[in-house]
C-alpha cells in the first residue's frame, strides 16, 4: 500500500487502494450488502447468523469470501456453559410453566386446591406476580403452608415465601417493618435491619 502511493508514475485508482486493503484485511467486503467496511465495523456486533451464513454462502461461490468467513469464526466467542448462564427471577420473559415448576418442585409449594397460587403476568408493569387459586389472602395461604412459606427454602419468620417471591419478581428489597411505641405515648413504624438483610438473603 505504501509502495502504490509513493511510486511517482503509478497513480492508484479507487479500486488499486480497495484491493491492497482487502489484501491486508484492514477492510472486508460484506457480502450481504457487497459493500466495504472496515475491520472493526465487520468483526463486531452479531457475529453469528446472519452474518456467518452469509459468508458461508458467498465464500461458497467465490474463494475470496473464505477470508470473511476465517475472521468471523475466530472472533466467535467461546460459547456459555449452562452452569454460566445467570437468570434472575425478575427476567419477564420466561415461560410460565418453567416458574410453576419452580414454586412447586424447588420450593415445595402447593400450586392446585383451596391453599394453592398461580403466577400472572402483570402486562402493565411487565413483571409476574403470585395470586391465590381461590378467594384467600397470600397471608392465609402462607399460614396454610406454614412448614414451606416460613422454611429455610421459603421465607423467614418475619416475612414469608409469597412475599420474598414479589420482592425477587420486582428485582425490589425486602422492607421489614415494625411498630413501636414513642415518648411521648404514640405509635410509628422502623424497619428492621437485621430481619431486612435476612430478607434479602432468601429472596
Not at 57 to 79: T, V
Not at 104 to 118: H, I, K, M, R
Not at 170 to 178: G, Q, S, Y
Amino acid at each position: 500500500m505504501r509502495q502504490l502511493l509513493q511510486t511517482e508514475v503509478f497513480q492508484p485508482t479507487e479500486q488499486d487502494v480497495l484491493d491492497a486493503l482487502l489484501d491486508q484485511e484492514l477492510v472486508f467486503v460484506n457480502p450481504e450488502t457487497d459493500k466495504p467496511e472496515t475491520r472493526d465495523e465487520y468483526l463486531s456486533g452479531n457475529l453469528g447468523p446472519p452474518k456467518i451464513i452469509a459468508a458461508e454462502k458467498a465464500a461458497a461461490s467465490d474463494p475470496a469470501f473464505q477470508r470473511n468467513l476465517d475472521e468471523l469464526k475466530a472472533h466467535l466467542p467461546e460459547p456459555l456453559k449452562p452452569s454460566q448462564i445467570k437468570v434472575g427471577m425478575d427476567a419477564f420473559w420466561l415461560p410460565k410453566d418453567v416458574i410453576e415448576s419452580f414454586l412447586s418442585e424447588a420450593l415445595e409449594l402447593d400450586t392446585s386446591g383451596t391453599s394453592g397460587v398461580e403466577v400472572v403476568f402483570d402486562e402493565v408493569n411487565r413483571y409476574w406476580r403470585i395470586q391465590p387459586l381461590k378467594s384467600k389472602s397470600l397471608n392465609q395461604i402462607a399460614r396454610e403452608q406454614d412448614h414451606r412459606a416460613h422454611s429455610r427454602w421459603g421465607g423467614t419468620e418475619r416475612a414469608h415465601v409469597f412475599r420474598l417471591l414479589d420482592n425477587a419478581f420486582t428485582n425490589t428489597v425486602p422492607v421489614i417493618r415494625d411498630k413501636v411505641e414513642d415518648n411521648p405515648p404514640g405509635m410509628r413504624s422502623i424497619m428492621l435491619k437485621r430481619s431486612r438483610r435476612k430478607a434479602s438473603m432468601k429472596s
